[in-house]
């Protein structure tokens, strides 16, 4: 299996929805596939009304595993929930307890809580394209550059990002969550290992309904 990232944070994940709308497309649900902020900060891409399997996807944006992950099964990923196939909880953490790796990810967390739905996910590729490296020890995700992440994928959000507004509710959630390293895929509550990162075998665990525990 691709090595995590490791490293262990505290107690449980409440999901919580704030019933926002600010993403739709077309879906094989009842419903309309949108995407939403959770109260934990988490974001939410389904149609709520499906009986779909879930994916929890637990992700430190200055983790280069993830950053892997993503550039290998995002598109499936996001295909599927658009196509009503899975029902996806984005879980933004700051794993990381060494400088500048735990500060890097606070900033970069923190500021994707303000960036709003509808430009959500464009800056979450932002974030994996300017990710600082070689990781772990590079300084970066700078408010500056959080700044123009934002603006490039189409939100103005520059004094909330420079505020880090939402820095304390971050690394409060995260204290929250109980996970060994990033990323941490699990579906339907089951550890998916290497099929993880490779997009056939994601989408044959999602579409087959169960989960597989590696």
């Excluded at 949108?34 to 988490?42: A, F, H, N, T, Y």
């Excluded at 983790?63 to 899975?86: N, Q, W």
């Excluded at 990033?182 to 994601?202: C, I, S």
Aim: charged share 25%.
């Amino acid at each position: 299996m691709m090595k995590r990232v490791a490293a262990v944070v505290a107690a449980g994940v409440m999901v919580a929805v704030l019933g926002v709308r600010a993403f739709a497309a077309g879906g094989s649900g009842t419903g309309e596939v949108e995407l939403i902020r959770q109260v934990d900060g988490s974001m939410l891409l389904a149609d709520r009304t499906s009986q779909a399997p879930v994916l929890d996807v637990f992700e430190d944006y200055d983790c280069p595993v993830c950053k892997e992950m993503h550039s290998r099964v995002d598109d499936t990923m996001l295909r599927l929930a658009r196509e009503g196939k899975v029902k996806i909880v984005f879980h933004p953490v700051t794993i990381f307890r060494d400088e500048p790796m735990r500060s890097n990810s606070i900033r970069a967390a923190a500021a994707a809580r303000c960036v709003p739905e509808s430009n959500w996910l464009a800056f979450r590729d932002e974030l994996y394209r300017i990710q600082p490296a070689p990781h772990g020890e590079a300084s970066g995700f700078t408010v500056g550059e959080l700044v123009k992440a934002a603006r490039k994928a189409g939100a103005s959000v520059d004094d909330c990002v420079t505020s880090q507004k939402f820095a304390q509710a971050h690394t409060q959630e995260s204290a929250k969550i109980r996970i060994e390293g990033t990323p941490t895929v699990l579906l339907d509550g089951q550890m998916l290992g290497d099929e993880a990162f490779d997009p056939k075998a994601l989408e044959r665990a999602i579409t087959g309904g169960t989960g597989i525990t590696v």
